[in-house]
């Protein structure tokens, strides 16, 4: 946490997810996949360079980090497919695929947030290869159903270099993660739109504040 503003001032929340390893669990990944997946904590390792920066620079703002972090492989305890997790929201989440555990524990650091009553919450997660497939290298997805927010942070991307482009986030979508035997799904039950189906998850936990999702 750093505290640079006033004490009244609701703070703006940070969440990076911070997967040290992914073998894509039960689901493993296939050998051209798993290469490299010690940068699935790059959003963890934004968000902590995030407020070193705000304290460096002296920044007027409260701002905090919060980085779930986890390593994601087989093993005798891991988590399977079927199985049902209840959230720290008390939503309880049915695992359809272990190599979506990037969203489940965004989706209890979401539900952390809430205790900080924040201004605004935004996340930043390597969650999906769809976001890559459709954007390229050259620009992260960014998902908010606040048109204001969406706006300033494609204005900031520009700005900074670090390129940002929204991608759908409709009520519609959310069709797609009803869960059978749970109350939301980790992964759609079709095999389209990736990337949003991501965020339309993480969605189902922060619909009690001002939030962005960077995918």
């Given amino acids: ?38 940068m699935d904590m790059s959003g963890g390792a934004a ?4 407020v070193i920066l705000a304290a460096k620079l002296k920044l007027k703002k409260n701002v905090v980090g919060l980085v779930p972090a986890v ?3 087989t093993s005798g305890s891991s988590y399977r497919p079927g199985d049902v997790l209840r959230s ?10 272990t190599d979506a555990e990037g969203r489940i524990i965004l989706a209890d650091a979401l539900t952390y947030a809430k205790r900080y009553q924040p201004r605004l919450v935004v ?26 927010l969406e706006k300033l942070f494609r204005e900031l991307g520009e700005e900074s270099g670090d390129y940002v482009w929204p991608l759908p986030l409709w009520e519609e979508y959310e ?15 079709s095999k389209y739109g990736g990337a949003i189906i991501g965020a339309v998850f993480l969605w189902q936990f922060a619909k009690d504040f001002p939030w962005a999702h960077i995918d």
């Fill in 88 to 97: 720290m929201s008390g939503k309880t989440i049915e695992v359809l695929n």
């Fill in 47 to 50: 968000v902590i360079h995030a």
């Fill in 123 to 148: 996340d930043a997660a390597t969650l999906t290869g769809a976001a890559v497939i459709a954007l390229g290298q050259r620009a992260s997805a960014v998902f908010t159903s606040d048109e204001r």
């Fill in 175 to 189: 069709e797609e993660i009803k869960g059978t035997f749970g109350d939301v799904a980790n992964v759609q039950k």
């Fill in 71 to 73: 390593e994601n492989m």
């Fill in 1 to 38: 946490e750093y505290r640079g503003g006033a004490k009244s001032e609701k703070p703006m929340v940070l969440i990076g997810k911070g997967v040290t390893f992914d073998t894509g669990g039960l689901n493993i990944k296939p050998t051209d996949g798993i290469y490299e997946m010690h």
